[in-house]
């Protein structure tokens, strides 16, 4: 298979353009490359095509180094050879698109911006630099990031894009009145297109009107009374209000009618439902959910749930004891079970149910949900010398696991004891270079504490290089930029993380980095927003006690 895909790579090598004027060693660095980006070799690969290709000047292996040196991250030949693309051909999409990339992750954000209108204005809004674009003003809602906004608006008469784009700016800089006009706009012009109402009853729920947003939500069942996203966000509404019991019923039975042939996609709701006291209609869902094929374990664990709902624990008891070792749904048995003891009241029996399961075991990753459910059952009860204890047990039982010490390092730092943390989060990453939590949670303490801010700034980008997508890391990092004194990168970094979790921590963060941007009238609303939904999350309450007391 790999020799096949070695001639087609030497086959299109020599149909390449500019293939007569390459020297020999050229042809040999960029065949290596391919090679080894084969084998999977891409960091290496990358710098060794991306030179032969800067050598040749060759549009074609221009663009194919651009790729590699792109998915190994290195941003700066990305910028060496977008530019050099740019500048032979000053149209290319994806050229500028990874070129305002390469300046975004150096910080050189006006760059990237011009870049970024360069070819959107050479392309249009359909091409990805238009969504890199998006992002780069969303970064930073300031009056010139709308003024640019609004050129685009004029630009591309209003198209669904610019709307978008516009809608978001908006709301993100607290524009409601705007927002809502610009939503009014597509929706008039777009009457079918759900996803506008959507936005538009977001948008009046974020703005406090409660009475536009029922409105909104109301035309949308009556526009989309058959679009699951519609119906869904109904129902959830409707939860959110504790609303009649009928209503929320008749919104379950009309997701099950729009999503029947996927009875998994209903469980989550149903769990939603009873979770929040909805379980008149539960025991009929669940029977139905087992005609439409549901599997036996989902359908135990409902029926489970809804005896805990009607408080009768012995028959949810009865359920989980009844889930033998080698079912499926076993662990998730043994742990509900747990906590529902727990709820009981009867604490050290859970506890003992767990170490059955623990004791006598010699893999700890067989093992490792019941530890962790067992720590938190001590820490919910105040019992963190025992959580301690059990975390030494365990150590000396299984030996030295990089997930024991994770978890003992977790204990020591909610019990205050920074050092003991950061010994067990040191020997965690010693004995697994890939755990991306223990370098984070390290990086974000000391950042927290103002200690060692390189060192924290490493880790932490560590953290983010194992996992990229995770928003509590991203957080971390704009945190320590705020520590840092960089001020716009940080409010930059919060907004991604922000965005990409609703979090009320991250907000907090958020808030306070615009706070000290002198945009105090936004992070007092930020602030606002997240206590109406989380009251008792301690950073926030502290966070604005500090500033707005």
Partial sequence: MKLGKIAIVAASLAASPGYAELSSDTVFNILAAEIGALYGEVDSSASRLADAAIESEDLTLLRRSLE???????????????????????????????????????????NALEVFLKVVEEHGTGVAAFASLATELEADPSDAAIEIVDQLRAQYKDNDDTLRLAARMYLTAGRYDIALETLDKAIDRAPQVMPWYLAKYYTAKRSGDAELAEEVLQEAMAAGPDDVFVVETFFRTRIEQQADNAEVEAAYWKLAELQGRDPSALVGKLEYAMDSGYSDFASEAIVQLEMAGLPEVTIRLLQAKLAENFEDYDSALAIYQAFGEADAGYEIAVVYRAYLLQQMGREQEAIDSLDAKINGQS???????????????????????????????????????????????????????????????????????????????????????????????????????????DAAFIDSLGWWQFRKGELQSAQRTLRRAYSMMRDPEIGAHLGEVLWELGRTEEATRLWAELAAEYSDHSVLQDTMERFLR
Avoid: C
């Fill in 363 to 469: 893999k700890y990753a067989d093992i490792e949900r019941f530890a962790i459910t067992k720590l938190d059952l001590l820490e919910r009860t105040k019992r963190v010398d025992d959580a301690l204890a059990s975390t030494n047990h365990w150590l000396q039982q299984f030996g030295d696991h990089a997930p024991i010490y994770f978890q003992r390092g977790l204990v020591s730092i909610r019990q205050g004891d920074f050092s003991a943390f950061e010994r067990d989060m040191r020997k965690t990453i010693e004995l697994d270079l890939s755990h991306a939590q223990a370098r984070n949670a390290l990086g974000y303490e000391l950042v927290d504490r103002n200690l060692r801010l390189d060192e924290a700034g490493d880790l932490i980008q560590q953290a983010i290089n194992l996992k990229p997508g």
């Fill in 68 to 110: 590699f040196v792109h998915a190994a991250q290195d941003w700066e030949r990305v910028q060496l050879i977008a530019e050099k693309i740019f500048a032979l051909e000053p149209g290319d999409a994806r050229a500028g698109d990874l070129l305002g990339h390469a300046y975004q992750a150096t910080g050189r954000h006006q």
